[in-house]
């Protein structure tokens, strides 16, 4: 059902100085810049910034996005195996949508549809 790592989103407190670092770090520039998420493509494989701390403790600030066909399926899939929703589907623009489920020993698993 996997196709493949599509996105990794690293959560921050301070979005500006993140972001200057990840442009040193990475030697490139955000295709994508607003105040509430800054991604890169390095490769084709997205690399985000998120300034949303909610729900974030320490050692859990990035969530692996899988790319998936359908995420509906995806999750519910997911969900008859075990797994629990740690964030609904939502769309974040466009035709993207996302989701989190944990698995039955609470890691977290990011699903992304869309494109």
């Known amino acids: 059902m996997f196709n493949k790592l599509r996105t990794v989103v690293y959560h921050v407190s301070d979005i500006v100085k993140a972001k200057q670092w990840y442009i040193q770090l990475t030697g490139m520039q955000p295709y994508f810049d607003e105040v509430f998420y800054v991604g890169f493509d390095i490769n084709g ?38 797994a629990t929703i740690v ?18 020993f609470d890691n977290h698993i990011g ?3 869309g494109a």
């Open 45 to 82: 494989c997205e690399l985000g910034l998120d300034p949303d701390m909610n729900n974030i403790e320490k050692g859990n600030h990035h969530t692996a996005y899988w790319s998936v066909d359908d995420i509906a399926k995806a999750v519910a899939h997911a969900e008859s195996i075990g």
């Open 111 to 113: 699903l992304i549809a």
């Open 87 to 104: 964030s609904p589907i939502q769309n974040v623009g466009g035709t993207i949508e996302v989701a989190i489920v944990a698995d039955p």
